[in-house]
Nanobody, 130 residues
Framework: QVQLVESGGGLVQDGGSLRLSCAAS???????MGWFRRAPGKEREFVAS????????SYADSVRGRFTISRDNVKNTVYLQMNSLKPEDKATYYC????????????????????????WGRGTQVTVSS
């Protein structure tokens, strides 16, 4: 079982940057990883995902070009670099993972659907002031 712990959230001004980190308790080598977020009063939504080796990434339209997902399988950590933050990016951000051999998906991609993800962190809060 993988335990995920997010960090790096905080308060930032409109146009600012933050880097979120997600540390896993064990090896992440065989796991696809993703970031999701939930804004107050809204449904959880996909933000970004990355394949087990970092060779494939996917982004929500709302963050493409501003956010970058990356991973370091030596450190068992996934990152979300968030630039040009906007007030509408305010949310709790969750890291998630699923074992790539537990689905019928192409192992060299990472799903944008939350239903694939078996392991979730507790979240880190991001607030963007206007």
């Amino acid at each position: 079982q993988v335990q995920l712990v997010e960090s790096g959230g905080g308060l930032v001004q409109d146009g600012g940057s933050l880097r979120l980190s997600c540390a896993a308790s064990g090896s992440t080598t065989n796991y696809a990883m993703g970031w999701f977020r939930r804004a107050p009063g809204k449904e959880r939504e996909f933000v970004a995902s990355i394949s087990w080796n970092g060779g494939s990434t996917s982004y929500a339209d709302s963050v493409r070009g501003r956010f970058t997902i990356s991973r370091d399988n030596v450190k068992n950590t996934v990152y979300l670099q968030m630039n040009s933050l906007k007030p509408e990016d305010k949310a709790t951000y969750y890291c998630a993972a699923y074992w790539i051999y537990g689905t019928t998906r192409d192992v060299n991609t990472a799903s944008s659907s939350a239903e694939y993800y078996d392991y979730w962190g507790r979240g880190t809060q991001v607030t963007v002031s206007s």
